[in-house]
């Protein structure tokens, strides 16, 4: 039979004091019983929940008399906990003037290339910079389905992943480019360096992927996950790497990178999912060396959103985009082929 505990009291005299601003001072009371940290702090900052005050912890926003701990870290009695409160996020995204790579636009969406680094829309600790903050002030006329801080965005690319994305501009538009993402219609196809070389030119990658239990930030396959499919076929391949081209049956989150990490290839320069080894795969000497140099070249996962395709909201006609490779997987490809 499972226990339950009583979750600790706030004290009165654990408010700020004198702290800077941005963040909370708390002293551990002489009778406070010994708890984990992340689930006192739950109960003792205001609308925290224990998956964010975890976040925080491993983001190293806690520090426990000066230092970093872990979130099972047990509180003893006389403690400083400071922990630096985020700003609030603003009530709506901002328009910022950012270059943007737009390869067609009309009255009722726009295709942008992003670039590699850019986040799509604002969230927790990235308020600015991103997509969103660049298209409000290219355009006024963007979908308001979704939240302020997401207009005209239908989907998103992962920050290190560059490539093609559609931008609805009106919610008629976004109402039916979503409808052909839930359909699984959209026709998208992505080019990614891999580590390795595949046994099967062409194949399929069927494996159900939900959020990792070790860390909130991975996705990983788990039984328990939602049903995703990846195909791919290899157009190039090298000594220890491959160029190979994928089509998405499923929109999963990380879904192409945790895939082919899960088949033994992952994205060469993922630093989330197993790219970014030079020792990979056993290699040693002068192999190993080349591929610290190749890593040099790209300092994110190879993976970019080639191809994007689907029947226009207005028009219902297919239309289809495709976009030129970018400089770092270009030049990596060149040394790959000259044998460098």
């Known amino acids: 039979m499972p226990v339950r505990t009583n979750p600790p009291k706030r004290n009165p005299d654990e408010t700020p004091d004198s702290n800077p601003a941005g963040t909370l001072r708390l002293i551990i009371p002489a009778k406070q019983s010994k708890v984990r940290l992340d689930v006192y702090l739950t109960h003792q900052v205001q609308n925290a929940t224990r998956n964010k005050v975890q ?14 701990v872990r979130p099972s870290h047990l509180i003893s009695p006389g403690e400083v906990i400071q ?32 670039g590699a680094g850019m986040v799509t829309h604002p969230a927790y600790a990235n308020y600015s910079g991103t997509l969103v903050n660049a298209l409000l002030h290219h355009s006024r006329l963007l979908s308001g389905i979704n939240s302020a801080q997401r207009p005209g965005i239908v989907h ?33 196809e992505y080019w990614a360096v891999i580590w390795g070389v595949m046994k099967k030119k062409k194949g399929t990658i069927e494996a159900s992927l939900g959020r990792s239990k070790r860390d909130r930030k991975k996705v990983t396959v788990t039984a328990e996950g939602k049903h995703a499919v990846t195909e791919y076929e290899v157009l190039e391949s090298f000594v220890y790497l491959s160029l190979v081209r994928l089509r998405l049956k499923t929109g999963r989150t990380h879904q192409i990178r945790v895939h082919l990490a899960h088949i033994g290839h992952p994205v060469f320069g993922d630093p989330t999912y197993g790219g970014r ?9 002068k192999k190993s060396r080349q591929a610290a140099r190749f890593l040099g070249i790209i300092n994110r996962q190879a993976l970019h959103a080639k191809t994007l395709g689907f029947v226009h909201p207005s028009t219902n006609k297919i239309i289809r985009f495709d976009s030129e490779l970018p400089a770092d997987i270009k030049r990596l490809l060149a040394e790959l082929s000259a044998g460098k």
Do not use: C
């Open 156 to 188: 998103r690319l992962d920050k290190d992943t560059s490539g093609l994305m559609v931008v609805a501009k009106t919610d008629q538009a976004h109402h039916v480019l979503a409808k052909q993402f839930s359909k699984r219609t959209i026709d998208r």
């Open 55 to 68: 976040q925080a912890i491993h983001d190293g926003l806690v520090l426990v008399d000066g230092k970093t």
């Open 277 to 285: 080894s030079e020792t990979w795969g056993g290699l040693t000497g």
């Open 83 to 114: 922990v630096i409160l985020p700003n609030p996020p603003p009530s709506e995204a901002i328009a910022e003037d950012i270059p943007l790579d737009i390869v067609y636009e009309d009255e009722a969406l726009l295709i942008v290339n992003k």
